[in-house]
Protein backbone atom coordinates (compact mmCIF):
# COMPACT_ATOMS: atom_id res chain seq x y z
CA UNK A 1 0.00 0.00 0.00
CA UNK A 2 1.54 3.29 -1.05
CA UNK A 3 1.96 6.22 1.65
CA UNK A 4 -0.02 8.46 -0.61
CA UNK A 5 -3.16 5.47 -0.57
CA UNK A 6 -2.30 4.47 3.41
CA UNK A 7 -2.89 8.25 4.17
CA UNK A 8 -6.09 8.77 2.36
CA UNK A 9 -7.38 5.47 4.06
CA UNK A 10 -6.52 6.52 7.30
CA UNK A 11 -8.40 9.93 6.48
CA UNK A 12 -11.10 8.40 4.80
CA UNK A 13 -12.02 6.06 7.53
CA UNK A 14 -11.42 8.17 11.44
CA UNK A 15 -13.53 10.63 9.95
CA UNK A 16 -16.89 8.06 9.12
CA UNK A 17 -15.90 6.69 12.67
CA UNK A 18 -16.10 9.75 14.24
CA UNK A 19 -19.17 10.59 12.19
CA UNK A 20 -20.84 7.54 13.19
CA UNK A 21 -20.11 7.31 16.81
CA UNK A 22 -19.28 10.33 18.63
CA UNK A 23 -22.29 12.58 17.83
CA UNK A 24 -24.74 9.60 18.75
CA UNK A 25 -22.77 9.15 22.44
CA UNK A 26 -21.69 13.15 23.11
CA UNK A 27 -26.34 13.16 22.76
CA UNK A 28 -26.69 9.93 24.72
CA UNK A 29 -23.79 11.73 27.51
CA UNK A 30 -25.99 15.09 27.58
CA UNK A 31 -28.95 13.35 28.59
CA UNK A 32 -27.00 11.59 31.65
CA UNK A 33 -25.88 14.60 32.94
CA UNK A 34 -28.54 16.18 32.71
CA UNK A 35 -30.73 13.46 34.49
CA UNK A 36 -27.93 13.72 37.28
CA UNK A 37 -27.73 17.50 37.21
CA UNK A 38 -30.77 18.98 37.60
CA UNK A 39 -31.67 18.23 40.98
CA UNK A 40 -29.72 21.40 40.90
CA UNK A 41 -32.28 23.27 38.98
CA UNK A 42 -35.54 21.59 40.93
CA UNK A 43 -33.94 22.46 44.56
CA UNK A 44 -34.59 25.70 43.65
CA UNK A 45 -38.62 25.35 44.52
CA UNK A 46 -38.37 21.52 45.70
CA UNK A 47 -36.59 22.22 48.34
CA UNK A 48 -39.05 25.10 49.84
CA UNK A 49 -41.95 22.48 49.10
CA UNK A 50 -40.70 19.54 50.96
CA UNK A 51 -38.65 21.44 53.37
CA UNK A 52 -35.23 20.21 52.77
CA UNK A 53 -32.03 21.78 54.17
CA UNK A 54 -29.11 22.79 52.79
CA UNK A 55 -27.59 19.59 54.33
CA UNK A 56 -30.30 17.40 53.31
CA UNK A 57 -30.04 18.50 49.70
CA UNK A 58 -26.53 17.88 49.38
CA UNK A 59 -26.28 14.16 50.68
CA UNK A 60 -29.80 13.67 48.53
CA UNK A 61 -27.02 15.13 45.59
CA UNK A 62 -24.36 13.17 46.19
CA UNK A 63 -25.98 9.73 47.90
CA UNK A 64 -26.59 8.76 43.22
CA UNK A 65 -22.69 8.78 43.93
CA UNK A 66 -22.97 6.06 46.54
CA UNK A 67 -25.19 3.47 44.27
CA UNK A 68 -22.90 4.60 41.50
CA UNK A 69 -19.71 3.64 43.48
CA UNK A 70 -21.25 0.03 44.33
CA UNK A 71 -22.60 -0.61 40.96
CA UNK A 72 -19.89 0.91 38.60
CA UNK A 73 -16.96 -2.21 38.45
CA UNK A 74 -19.73 -5.04 38.26
CA UNK A 75 -21.45 -3.36 35.73
CA UNK A 76 -18.33 -2.71 33.98
CA UNK A 77 -17.95 -6.81 33.75
CA UNK A 78 -21.60 -7.17 32.67
CA UNK A 79 -20.47 -4.57 29.66
CA UNK A 80 -18.15 -6.85 28.51
CA UNK A 81 -20.10 -9.98 29.00
CA UNK A 82 -22.94 -8.84 26.92
CA UNK A 83 -21.49 -5.79 24.60
CA UNK A 84 -21.84 -2.46 24.47
CA UNK A 85 -24.89 -2.50 22.36
CA UNK A 86 -27.46 -4.94 24.83
CA UNK A 87 -25.37 -2.93 28.38
CA UNK A 88 -25.93 0.65 27.18
CA UNK A 89 -29.27 -0.11 25.93
CA UNK A 90 -30.11 -1.38 29.60
CA UNK A 91 -28.32 1.58 31.59
CA UNK A 92 -30.24 3.98 29.34
CA UNK A 93 -33.71 2.72 29.79
CA UNK A 94 -33.68 1.78 33.58
CA UNK A 95 -31.84 5.59 34.60
CA UNK A 96 -34.71 7.11 31.99
CA UNK A 97 -37.38 5.25 34.15
CA UNK A 98 -35.82 5.94 37.44
CA UNK A 99 -35.55 9.75 36.40
CA UNK A 100 -39.31 10.23 36.01
CA UNK A 101 -39.57 8.35 39.03
CA UNK A 102 -38.05 11.19 40.47
CA UNK A 103 -41.35 13.91 40.36
CA UNK A 104 -43.29 11.40 42.18
CA UNK A 105 -40.86 11.82 45.59
CA UNK A 106 -43.01 12.98 48.72
CA UNK A 107 -40.25 14.23 51.04
CA UNK A 108 -36.41 13.46 51.62
CA UNK A 109 -36.53 9.59 52.35
CA UNK A 110 -37.75 9.39 49.13
CA UNK A 111 -35.50 11.29 47.12
CA UNK A 112 -32.57 9.52 49.15
CA UNK A 113 -33.93 6.27 47.84
CA UNK A 114 -34.55 8.00 43.93
CA UNK A 115 -31.24 9.03 43.69
CA UNK A 116 -29.26 5.98 45.45
CA UNK A 117 -31.40 4.08 42.43
CA UNK A 118 -30.44 6.51 39.89
CA UNK A 119 -26.75 5.89 40.30
CA UNK A 120 -27.45 2.32 40.48
CA UNK A 121 -29.33 2.88 37.16
CA UNK A 122 -26.21 4.54 35.38
CA UNK A 123 -23.20 2.40 36.63
CA UNK A 124 -20.80 1.69 34.39
CA UNK A 125 -22.59 3.91 31.34
CA UNK A 126 -19.14 6.38 31.31
CA UNK A 127 -16.06 3.65 31.83
CA UNK A 128 -17.84 1.28 29.19
CA UNK A 129 -18.04 4.74 26.91
CA UNK A 130 -14.17 5.11 27.47
CA UNK A 131 -13.74 1.68 26.91
CA UNK A 132 -15.50 1.70 23.77
CA UNK A 133 -14.06 4.56 22.47
CA UNK A 134 -10.58 2.29 23.28
CA UNK A 135 -12.44 -0.39 20.64
CA UNK A 136 -12.57 2.40 18.06
CA UNK A 137 -9.90 5.27 18.20
CA UNK A 138 -6.20 4.56 18.72
CA UNK A 139 -4.32 6.33 21.08
CA UNK A 140 -3.30 9.38 19.60
CA UNK A 141 -6.72 10.82 18.63
CA UNK A 142 -8.26 9.73 21.89
CA UNK A 143 -7.82 12.82 24.54
CA UNK A 144 -9.26 14.71 21.34
CA UNK A 145 -11.90 12.14 21.38
CA UNK A 146 -12.43 11.82 24.80
CA UNK A 147 -13.03 15.95 24.96
CA UNK A 148 -15.24 16.11 21.99
CA UNK A 149 -17.44 13.23 23.86
CA UNK A 150 -16.96 15.07 26.99
CA UNK A 151 -17.89 18.26 25.90
CA UNK A 152 -21.67 17.46 26.30
CA UNK A 153 -21.34 17.54 30.06
CA UNK A 154 -20.83 21.63 29.74
CA UNK A 155 -23.34 21.57 26.70
CA UNK A 156 -25.67 19.68 29.68
CA UNK A 157 -25.43 22.11 31.42
CA UNK A 158 -26.10 24.93 28.66
CA UNK A 159 -29.17 23.82 27.17
CA UNK A 160 -30.34 22.11 30.43
CA UNK A 161 -30.17 25.41 32.47
CA UNK A 162 -32.75 27.35 30.85
CA UNK A 163 -34.76 24.19 29.59
CA UNK A 164 -35.00 22.97 32.96
CA UNK A 165 -35.72 26.26 34.79
CA UNK A 166 -38.04 27.30 31.80
CA UNK A 167 -40.32 23.73 32.74
CA UNK A 168 -40.33 24.93 36.30
CA UNK A 169 -41.43 28.80 35.67
CA UNK A 170 -44.29 27.66 33.02
CA UNK A 171 -45.56 24.28 33.35
CA UNK A 172 -47.92 23.34 35.78
CA UNK A 173 -49.62 20.69 34.03
CA UNK A 174 -52.79 19.23 35.99
CA UNK A 175 -52.09 21.84 39.11
CA UNK A 176 -48.77 19.41 39.18
CA UNK A 177 -45.45 21.58 40.57
CA UNK A 178 -43.11 22.75 37.96
CA UNK A 179 -40.03 20.54 39.15
CA UNK A 180 -41.86 17.57 38.83
CA UNK A 181 -42.85 17.94 35.28
CA UNK A 182 -39.05 18.69 34.45
CA UNK A 183 -38.20 15.47 35.69
CA UNK A 184 -40.69 13.68 34.02
CA UNK A 185 -39.71 15.13 30.63
CA UNK A 186 -36.32 15.78 31.09
CA UNK A 187 -36.41 11.65 31.66
CA UNK A 188 -38.35 10.19 28.96
CA UNK A 189 -35.34 10.67 26.40
CA UNK A 190 -32.99 8.50 27.93
CA UNK A 191 -35.72 5.73 27.73
CA UNK A 192 -36.42 6.59 23.95
CA UNK A 193 -32.80 6.97 23.16
CA UNK A 194 -32.16 3.21 25.09
CA UNK A 195 -34.36 1.72 22.44
CA UNK A 196 -32.88 3.52 19.63
CA UNK A 197 -28.91 2.91 20.91
CA UNK A 198 -29.87 -1.20 20.58
CA UNK A 199 -30.41 -0.90 16.68
CA UNK A 200 -27.96 1.91 16.16
CA UNK A 201 -24.90 0.67 18.15
CA UNK A 202 -21.96 -1.17 16.59
CA UNK A 203 -20.00 -3.28 19.54
CA UNK A 204 -16.61 -3.26 17.52
CA UNK A 205 -14.84 -2.74 14.05
CA UNK A 206 -15.44 -6.10 12.71
CA UNK A 207 -18.98 -5.51 12.97
CA UNK A 208 -19.18 -2.40 11.35
CA UNK A 209 -21.34 -3.11 7.99
CA UNK A 210 -21.18 0.98 7.59
CA UNK A 211 -17.30 0.31 6.84
CA UNK A 212 -16.00 -0.53 3.42
CA UNK A 213 -13.98 -3.64 3.93
CA UNK A 214 -10.67 -1.95 3.20
CA UNK A 215 -11.36 0.41 5.42
CA UNK A 216 -12.03 -2.29 8.22
CA UNK A 217 -9.17 -4.10 7.32
CA UNK A 218 -7.38 -0.76 7.62
CA UNK A 219 -8.59 0.10 11.28
CA UNK A 220 -8.42 -3.59 12.83
CA UNK A 221 -4.61 -3.61 11.96
CA UNK A 222 -4.27 -0.10 13.32
CA UNK A 223 -5.35 -0.90 16.64
CA UNK A 224 -4.12 -4.05 17.32
CA UNK A 225 -0.69 -1.84 16.55
CA UNK A 226 -1.63 0.51 18.86
CA UNK A 227 -2.90 -1.80 21.40
CA UNK A 228 0.41 -3.63 20.91
CA UNK A 229 2.65 -0.45 21.58
CA UNK A 230 0.99 0.16 24.19
CA UNK A 231 1.85 -3.41 26.52
CA UNK A 232 5.15 -2.15 25.89
CA UNK A 233 8.42 -4.50 26.04
CA UNK A 234 7.35 -6.25 29.11
CA UNK A 235 4.15 -7.76 27.66
CA UNK A 236 2.10 -7.83 30.30
CA UNK A 237 -1.14 -10.18 29.85
CA UNK A 238 -2.75 -10.45 33.11
CA UNK A 239 -7.01 -11.33 32.44
CA UNK A 240 -7.31 -11.06 36.37
CA UNK A 241 -9.64 -8.53 36.76
CA UNK A 242 -8.47 -8.20 40.25
CA UNK A 243 -5.18 -7.11 39.15
CA UNK A 244 -6.81 -3.75 38.80
CA UNK A 245 -7.84 -3.46 42.08
CA UNK A 246 -4.52 -3.88 43.53
CA UNK A 247 -2.70 -1.93 40.77
CA UNK A 248 -0.95 1.09 42.63
CA UNK A 249 -1.06 3.47 39.31
CA UNK A 250 -4.76 2.60 38.97
CA UNK A 251 -5.22 3.72 43.03
CA UNK A 252 -3.42 6.80 42.39
CA UNK A 253 -5.16 8.21 38.96
CA UNK A 254 -8.03 6.89 40.72
CA UNK A 255 -7.56 9.75 43.87
CA UNK A 256 -6.66 12.11 41.66
CA UNK A 257 -10.75 11.77 40.35
CA UNK A 258 -12.15 11.78 43.44
CA UNK A 259 -10.68 14.99 44.25
CA UNK A 260 -11.54 16.81 40.93
CA UNK A 261 -15.06 15.45 40.86
CA UNK A 262 -15.11 16.99 44.62
CA UNK A 263 -14.50 20.05 42.89
CA UNK A 264 -16.15 19.79 39.82
CA UNK A 265 -19.90 18.20 40.60
CA UNK A 266 -19.82 20.57 43.99
CA UNK A 267 -19.84 23.40 42.06
CA UNK A 268 -22.35 22.34 39.26
CA UNK A 269 -24.61 20.92 41.43
CA UNK A 270 -24.73 24.47 44.03
CA UNK A 271 -24.48 26.53 40.29
CA UNK A 272 -28.20 27.59 40.51
CA UNK A 273 -28.05 28.33 44.40
CA UNK A 274 -24.68 30.13 44.29
CA UNK A 275 -26.19 32.08 41.54
CA UNK A 276 -29.52 32.95 43.63
CA UNK A 277 -27.26 33.91 46.11
CA UNK A 278 -25.81 36.91 44.16
CA UNK A 279 -29.10 38.60 43.29
CA UNK A 280 -32.60 38.59 45.21
CA UNK A 281 -34.69 39.23 42.09
CA UNK A 282 -33.52 36.54 39.81
CA UNK A 283 -36.21 34.19 38.83
CA UNK A 284 -35.58 31.00 37.90
CA UNK A 285 -35.46 31.09 34.28
CA UNK A 286 -32.89 34.11 34.46
CA UNK A 287 -30.69 31.30 37.17
CA UNK A 288 -30.92 29.04 34.11
CA UNK A 289 -29.65 31.72 31.68
CA UNK A 290 -26.63 33.41 33.39
CA UNK A 291 -25.72 29.22 34.45
CA UNK A 292 -24.67 28.71 30.92
CA UNK A 293 -22.08 31.45 30.85
CA UNK A 294 -19.07 29.42 32.94
CA UNK A 295 -20.51 26.41 30.62
CA UNK A 296 -19.88 27.26 27.22
CA UNK A 297 -16.58 29.02 28.29
CA UNK A 298 -15.69 25.55 29.16
CA UNK A 299 -16.59 24.04 26.20
CA UNK A 300 -14.40 26.36 24.23
CA UNK A 301 -11.42 25.80 26.33
CA UNK A 302 -11.66 21.74 26.98
CA UNK A 303 -11.68 21.36 23.16
CA UNK A 304 -9.05 23.82 22.55
CA UNK A 305 -6.69 22.04 25.44
CA UNK A 306 -7.64 18.35 24.64
CA UNK A 307 -5.96 19.16 21.01
CA UNK A 308 -3.19 20.82 22.05
CA UNK A 309 -2.55 17.95 24.15
CA UNK A 310 -2.74 15.59 21.28
CA UNK A 311 -1.13 17.93 18.90
CA UNK A 312 2.10 17.88 22.18
CA UNK A 313 1.35 14.00 22.80
CA UNK A 314 1.72 15.76 26.48
CA UNK A 315 -0.87 14.03 29.42
CA UNK A 316 0.50 14.72 32.88
CA UNK A 317 1.49 18.71 32.41
CA UNK A 318 -1.76 19.02 30.32
CA UNK A 319 -3.49 17.39 33.13
CA UNK A 320 -1.97 19.14 36.31
CA UNK A 321 -2.33 22.70 35.03
CA UNK A 322 -5.77 23.00 34.47
CA UNK A 323 -6.55 21.99 38.27
CA UNK A 324 -4.29 24.46 39.60
CA UNK A 325 -6.17 26.92 37.62
CA UNK A 326 -9.03 25.68 38.70
CA UNK A 327 -8.24 25.25 42.47
CA UNK A 328 -6.64 29.08 42.33
CA UNK A 329 -10.24 30.49 40.96
CA UNK A 330 -12.30 28.80 43.40
CA UNK A 331 -10.44 30.03 46.13
CA UNK A 332 -11.22 34.13 44.46
CA UNK A 333 -14.87 33.07 44.13
CA UNK A 334 -15.01 32.09 47.63
CA UNK A 335 -13.36 35.22 49.15
CA UNK A 336 -14.97 37.67 46.62
CA UNK A 337 -18.21 39.77 47.42
CA UNK A 338 -18.81 41.14 44.17
CA UNK A 339 -21.14 39.23 42.06
CA UNK A 340 -19.52 40.05 38.77
CA UNK A 341 -15.95 39.02 40.18
CA UNK A 342 -17.27 36.10 41.66
CA UNK A 343 -18.69 34.62 38.25
CA UNK A 344 -15.56 35.54 36.69
CA UNK A 345 -13.94 33.65 39.03
CA UNK A 346 -16.15 30.32 38.92
CA UNK A 347 -16.35 30.99 34.92
CA UNK A 348 -12.50 30.63 35.33
CA UNK A 349 -12.59 27.49 37.61
CA UNK A 350 -14.93 25.61 35.58
CA UNK A 351 -12.47 25.92 32.04
CA UNK A 352 -9.75 24.59 34.29
CA UNK A 353 -11.52 21.64 36.07
CA UNK A 354 -12.82 21.20 32.45
CA UNK A 355 -9.57 21.39 30.63
CA UNK A 356 -8.59 18.93 33.08
CA UNK A 357 -10.55 15.32 31.75
CA UNK A 358 -9.29 15.02 28.13
CA UNK A 359 -5.76 14.43 28.98
CA UNK A 360 -6.16 12.46 32.23
CA UNK A 361 -8.50 10.32 30.32
CA UNK A 362 -5.79 9.23 27.75
CA UNK A 363 -3.61 8.51 30.49
CA UNK A 364 -4.81 5.06 31.75
CA UNK A 365 -4.24 3.50 28.52
CA UNK A 366 -0.90 4.90 28.55
CA UNK A 367 -0.15 4.02 31.91
CA UNK A 368 -1.87 0.59 32.31
CA UNK A 369 -1.71 -2.77 30.79
CA UNK A 370 -4.16 -3.54 28.27
CA UNK A 371 -5.83 -6.43 30.23
CA UNK A 372 -5.82 -3.85 33.82
CA UNK A 373 -7.25 -1.00 31.44
CA UNK A 374 -10.53 -2.36 31.10
CA UNK A 375 -11.51 -3.01 35.13
CA UNK A 376 -8.79 -0.01 35.73
CA UNK A 377 -11.07 2.71 34.32
CA UNK A 378 -14.22 1.39 35.74
CA UNK A 379 -12.15 1.40 39.16
CA UNK A 380 -10.56 4.75 38.67
CA UNK A 381 -14.42 6.65 37.59
CA UNK A 382 -16.20 4.50 40.38
CA UNK A 383 -13.60 5.35 43.11
CA UNK A 384 -13.37 8.92 41.73
CA UNK A 385 -16.87 9.87 41.97
CA UNK A 386 -17.54 9.33 45.52
CA UNK A 387 -15.82 12.94 45.23
CA UNK A 388 -19.59 13.27 43.71
CA UNK A 389 -20.63 12.45 47.12
CA UNK A 390 -18.13 14.83 49.41
CA UNK A 391 -18.35 18.10 47.20
CA UNK A 392 -22.15 18.79 47.19
CA UNK A 393 -22.23 17.45 51.00
CA UNK A 394 -19.33 19.71 52.04
CA UNK A 395 -20.82 22.73 50.22
CA UNK A 396 -24.43 21.77 51.94
CA UNK A 397 -22.92 21.31 55.36
CA UNK A 398 -20.44 24.74 55.39
CA UNK A 399 -23.59 26.80 53.93
CA UNK A 400 -25.65 25.23 56.72
CA UNK A 401 -23.17 26.05 59.12
CA UNK A 402 -22.20 30.05 57.59
CA UNK A 403 -24.59 30.69 55.94
CA UNK A 404 -23.45 31.37 52.43
CA UNK A 405 -21.07 28.86 49.62
CA UNK A 406 -18.15 30.81 50.08
CA UNK A 407 -16.47 28.51 52.93
CA UNK A 408 -17.61 25.75 50.55
CA UNK A 409 -15.93 26.91 47.59
CA UNK A 410 -12.93 27.38 49.21
CA UNK A 411 -12.88 23.64 50.71
CA UNK A 412 -13.07 22.43 46.91
CA UNK A 413 -10.48 24.02 46.06
CA UNK A 414 -8.21 22.87 48.04
CA UNK A 415 -9.25 19.43 47.09
CA UNK A 416 -8.08 20.83 43.43
CA UNK A 417 -4.69 21.27 44.61
CA UNK A 418 -4.21 18.11 46.34
CA UNK A 419 -4.87 16.39 42.78
CA UNK A 420 -2.46 19.01 41.05
CA UNK A 421 0.32 18.21 43.68
CA UNK A 422 -0.46 14.02 43.37
CA UNK A 423 -0.39 14.62 38.93
CA UNK A 424 2.83 15.48 39.45
CA UNK A 425 3.90 12.75 41.51
CA UNK A 426 3.10 10.39 38.91
CA UNK A 427 5.82 8.53 38.18
CA UNK A 428 7.89 8.65 34.85
CA UNK A 429 9.14 4.84 35.62
CA UNK A 430 5.28 3.89 35.51
CA UNK A 431 4.83 5.49 31.80
CA UNK A 432 5.77 4.39 28.70
CA UNK A 433 7.68 6.63 26.68
CA UNK A 434 7.14 6.74 23.16
CA UNK A 435 9.81 8.28 20.87
CA UNK A 436 7.83 10.05 17.98
CA UNK A 437 10.39 9.49 14.76
CA UNK A 438 8.76 11.71 12.12
CA UNK A 439 9.55 15.10 14.53
CA UNK A 440 12.61 13.30 16.49
CA UNK A 441 10.53 13.86 19.64
CA UNK A 442 10.62 11.97 22.46
CA UNK A 443 7.61 12.30 25.03
CA UNK A 444 7.29 10.92 28.58
CA UNK A 445 3.03 10.12 29.08
Same mark, same amino acid.
Given at each position: ?10 ? /????? %? ?12 ? %? ?7 ? @?? $? +? ?24 ? *? ?32 ? $? ?56 ? !? ?9 ? @? ?14 GAPAVILGIIT ?33 ? @????? &? ?27 ? @? ?16 ? #?? &? ?13 ? +????? +? ?5 ? !?? /? ?7 LMIGALALIGA ?46 ? #? ?20 ? !? ?6 ? *? ?14 ? /? ?18
Amino acid at each position: MSEQNGTSIEK /RTIKK %VTRRIVPFIFILYI %VSYLDRANI @GY $A +ALDMNVELGITSEVFGFISGIFFIGY *FLFEVPSNILLQRYGSRVWITRILITWGAVSVAT $AFAQDAFHLYIIRFLLGVAEAGFFPGIILYLNSWFRKKELATTIAMFMTAIPVSYIIG !GPLSTWIMDNI @GWFGISGWRWMFILEGAPAVILGIITYFYLTNKPEEAKWLSKEEKTWLIEELRKDRKENV @GKKGI &QDKDHKKALTDKKVWHLAIIYFVYISGSL @GVGYWMPQIIKELSDFLS #NT &QIGLISTIPFIVATI +AMNYW +AVRSDRT !GE /RKMHSAIPLMIGALALIGAGLASNPFISMLFITLSLAGMYCFKGPFFALPSMLLAPSTTVVGIAVI #NSIGNLGGFLGPYAIGVLKEST !GSTGAGLI *FLSVMLLIGFILVLFI /RKDSSHTKTTSKKGMKTTF
